[in-house]
């Protein structure tokens, strides 16, 4: 037998996934909306590290663009040319710097920037909280 509670829970979850559905996959003038999380941005130049994430996660530049990364937590961070991939499903990361770039932001508004000169695809991620990805694309 099903409780009340667990039917009131039921519906609450089912209408809120049909709410943002519909509600948030366009904005007021109608055009879609990104997920700041993955959303690449063109010529910015900019990564936001907020919420053990880095956003965009994805970020498209010209070859000669400063990338600059900014800390908004209150915790430090890295970026860290190279890859992590989950090792296993309780949570560890193997990780593989390649010593293109490796910048510490140690506080809450602290930068790092970094010159890409070279066409390509640069994974880094936070070599402190292995979960933290992404990717610069120079184009």
Same mark, same amino acid.
């Given at each position: 037998?099903?409780?009340? +509670? ?5 519906? $609450?979850?089912?209408?809120?996934? !049909?709410? #943002?559905?519909?509600? @948030? ?46 800390? +908004? ?5 890295? $970026?860290?040319?190279?890859?992590? !991939?989950? #090792?296993?499903?309780? @949570? ?48």
């Amino acid at each position: 037998m099903v409780s009340t +509670a667990g039917v009131v829970r039921a519906i $609450a979850v089912a209408s809120t996934a !049909v709410l #943002a559905l519909e509600c @948030g996959t366009q904005s007021q003038s109608g055009a879609p909306l990104q997920s700041p999380s993955t959303a690449a941005t063109s010529q910015s130049g900019k990564v936001e590290v907020k919420g053990f994430a880095f956003s965009p996660q994805r970020l498209e530049v010209s070859k000669g663009t400063t990338v600059t990364w900014t800390n +908004a937590d209150s915790i430090l961070h890295t $970026a860290t040319s190279g890859k992590s !991939v989950k #090792a296993d499903d309780l @949570g560890h990361y193997t990780t593989t710097p390649d010593g293109k770039f490796n910048g510490t932001m140690d506080d809450q508004g602290k930068s790092f920037g970094f010159t890409f000169d070279t066409v390509g695809d640069f994974s880094y991620l936070c070599s402190r909280h292995n979960n933290m990805t992404g990717t610069v694309v120079v184009k």
